[in-house]
């Protein structure tokens, strides 16, 4: 039993060293507008043998934003797999990220409206 709760902890630690930065990067974004020299360069990153180098340029692309999205657009058909997964991956969060956003303005928006007796807002306090 006490074999099983350390890894189960173990697993926890991994996915809070992997999982943190990334969410981190994307709510940080980029210090500069990155250049397409440094975009290119990540995206060749995302195929490279050390899984650090991988996790960092992974990390780059996701807080460049927009500025990268045609560039991973065009790395998911790589023949190399983990670049085309991992470009895919991030392209998932972007979507993500951009549906969460919207939803949460939609969300303000409405309750900023005077509730003057409309059923839409207790359908929408009872979802939440």
Known sequence: MTKTRRSIGGCCVVACIV???????????PRHKPSAAEIARAIRDLGD???????GASRFLLSAGR???PALVKAKSSSDPEVSSRADAILQRFKWDLAQAKKKDAQERLHRVPARGLPAMSLIKASD
């Not at 999982?19 to 974004?29: D, K, N």
Request: charged content about 20%; hydrophobic content about 55%.
């Open 49 to 55: 043998d050390s899984f650090v180098v991988r996790e």
């Open 67 to 69: 500025a990268a999205e």
């Open 19 to 29: 999982l943190v930065p990334w969410s981190a990067a994307s709510a940080i974004g």
